[in-house]
């Protein structure tokens, strides 16, 4: 885009946000939240738009998806500030892990975008099941955490080798994981345990088998 027409965008929205001011300070309407809003998604979408041109420019799913979740979070806390309450965290966090999905599905050699689109998938579930358990959640993002070094470890590589390393913070997480629930979680107290006899009895059996 040519600088003439970068200067008729950056006048045309200084003149949108200082029209919107004026109407806040003379009329007390609000409307410079959604302003707001509808900015952010417009970069989201300029920065997907770049992605969309040349697929090339992976790194533009970051910012475009991160700005499109700060900008939704934004219009709805106008719009409906309840549920902003509720899921406002969920959905910049949910965009930011979409960004390294979309990362990892455009280069498959970038296994380590799995990592933190599993970190933000696990604090999106810890946000949205903390009013069924309380503050007692922990033990759900280290979880989500073991789930990813796990996914790690299955997902396929462009040499076909399995990144076996990633079984070992896979395992720990499990098992801090079980041991904050433990501590934490009243029902723990019997299905840990259950599990764990179930566990048994799964390698039990696999052994009279290979016997």
């Known amino acids: 885009m040519s600088r003439w027409n970068w200067r008729i965008l950056a006048g045309g929205g200084l003149i949108l946000m200082g029209v919107i001011a004026l109407l806040d300070a003379v009329f007390q309407v609000e409307l ?14 300029a920065f997907l738009a770049v992605l969309a041109n040349d697929r090339n420019q992976w ?30 965290g969920a959905i910049v966090l949910g965009g930011i892990g979409l960004s390294f999905i979309v990362v990892y599905i455009l280069n498959r050699n970038f296994w380590w975008a799995i990592i933190p689109a599993g970190v933000m998938a696990s604090l999106v579930v810890m946000l949205v099941l903390e009013p069924v358990f309380g503050e007692s959640i922990a033990w759900i993002f280290l979880l989500g955490l073991a789930a990813t070094f796990g996914l790690v470890y299955l997902l396929p590589t462009p040499g076909g ?51």
């Open 161 to 211: 080798e399995r990144m076996e390393w990633a079984l070992w913070p896979a395992g720990v997480m499990v098992v801090i994981s079980l041991i904050v629930m433990g501590v934490s979680v009243e029902w723990a107290a019997y299905a840990i345990p259950a599990l764990m006899i179930l566990a048994g009895i799964v390698l039990f059996v696999r052994a009279l088998r290979r016997g």
């Open 59 to 88: 790194w533009a799913a970051i910012p475009g998806f991160t700005l499109l979740g700060i900008g939704a979070l934004i219009g709805l806390s106008r719009l409906a500030p309840a549920a902003t309450d509720q899921i406002g």
């Open 32 to 45: 410079s939240g959604l302003l707001w809003s509808f900015l952010f998604l417009l970069g989201g979408a």
